[in-house]
């Protein structure tokens, strides 16, 4: 079984999305630090001129180190009708926008008072638009105790993974003797990112890479799926 982990993330990228379709299981890992300025909650957006920020307020002033599990929204700010408003401005011309806005629209009228809530909520609409069916599981239900690679490890024993599939960035953290001392296989994701048909983007020359994956559903529809699966093979990434 290979398995992969991530924080639940904001509308993720692809790439994202990507690693789910090569794993036989995935872990969203939910019971760690939450860190500001990444893209729990944040991603980006294709305009006309470039890409802006979709960000999320959260309470976290003063309140020292959070749980992801814990992060609350600030609904004192109008975010979410920001959001319905550049998503409509930027996209309502894509030819698929009006296939999945009304999701958006819907999810936008909700107050969700924590993060991790309206993060999966949105992840699991694409999985379930992507047809994608890897089993997803919760980090914080697996009562792991340990950290950093050691809290991997567990993760990967507690679902009998005999492999771990990592984002390219775990080279620099991750300690790979461990996982051998413990027979479990360490593989890399190596990502080629495709081009698809974008706004605003002119025989590809100007093609905006590392946007939100409603760039790609809103703009391409369906063949979504196909495009994210374009040469792939989950033994490419074994080492």
């Given at each position: 079984?290979?398995?992969?982990?991530?924080?639940?993330?904001?509308?993720?990228?692809?790439?994202?999305?990507?690693?789910?379709?090569?794993?036989?299981?995935?872990?969203?890992?939910?019971?760690?630090?939450?860190?500001?300025?990444?893209?729990?909650?944040?991603?980006?957006?294709?305009?006309?001129?470039?890409?802006?920020?979709?960000?999320?307020?959260?309470?976290?002033?003063?309140?020292?180190?959070?749980?992801?599990?814990?992060?609350?929204?600030?609904?004192?700010?109008?975010?979410?009708?920001?959001?319905?408003?550049?998503?409509?401005?930027?996209?309502?011309?894509?030819?698929?926008?009006?296939?999945?806005?009304?999701?958006?629209?819907?999810?936008?009228?909700?107050?969700?008072?924590?993060?991790?809530?309206?993060?999966?909520?949105?992840?699991?609409?694409?999985?379930?638009?992507?047809?994608?069916?890897?089993?997803?599981?919760?980090?914080?239900?697996?009562?792991?105790?340990?950290?950093?690679?050691?809290?991997?490890?567990?993760?990967?024993?507690?679902?009998?993974?005999?492999?771990?599939?990592?984002?390219?960035?775990?080279?620099d953290y991750l300690e790979a003797e461990k996982f051998t001392?413990?027979?479990?296989?360490?593989?890399?994701?190596?990502?080629?990112?495709?081009?698809?048909?974008?706004?605003?983007?002119?025989?590809?020359?100007?093609?905006?890479?590392?946007?939100?994956?409603?760039?790609?559903?809103?703009?391409?529809?369906?063949?979504?799926?196909?495009?994210?699966?374009?040469?792939?093979?989950?033994?490419?990434?074994?080492?």
């Amino acid at each position: 079984m290979i398995l992969s982990v991530h924080q639940p993330q904001y509308i993720p990228w692809i790439g994202y999305f990507d690693k789910i379709i090569k794993s036989d299981g995935f872990v969203f890992l939910d019971h760690v630090q939450y860190k500001a300025r990444e893209f729990q909650n944040r991603n980006k957006i294709r305009t006309k001129t470039g890409f802006i920020w979709l960000t999320v307020p959260v309470n976290s002033k003063g309140l020292g180190r959070q749980l992801i599990c814990d992060i609350e929204i600030d609904n004192s700010l109008p975010w979410a009708r920001q959001h319905l408003l550049s998503l409509k401005s930027w996209y309502s011309h894509a030819d698929f926008f009006k296939d999945y806005f009304p999701f958006f629209e819907s999810t936008y009228s909700v107050k969700w008072e924590r993060l991790i809530e309206l993060n999966i909520h949105i992840i699991n609409f694409i999985l379930k638009n992507l047809s994608i069916p890897t089993p997803i599981f919760f980090e914080s239900k697996l009562n792991i105790s340990t950290a950093k690679t050691d809290r991997i490890i567990d993760i990967c024993k507690k679902l009998k993974a005999d492999t771990y599939f990592s984002g390219i960035g775990g080279k620099d953290y991750l300690e790979a003797e461990k996982f051998t001392r413990e027979n479990i296989g360490l593989t890399y994701q190596h990502f080629t990112h495709p081009l698809y048909k974008q706004q605003f983007c002119k025989n590809g020359t100007d093609f905006l890479p590392y946007m939100s994956i409603l760039d790609l559903i809103f703009n391409e529809g369906p063949k979504s799926r196909e495009i994210l699966s374009v040469s792939f093979n989950k033994e490419e990434n074994r080492l």
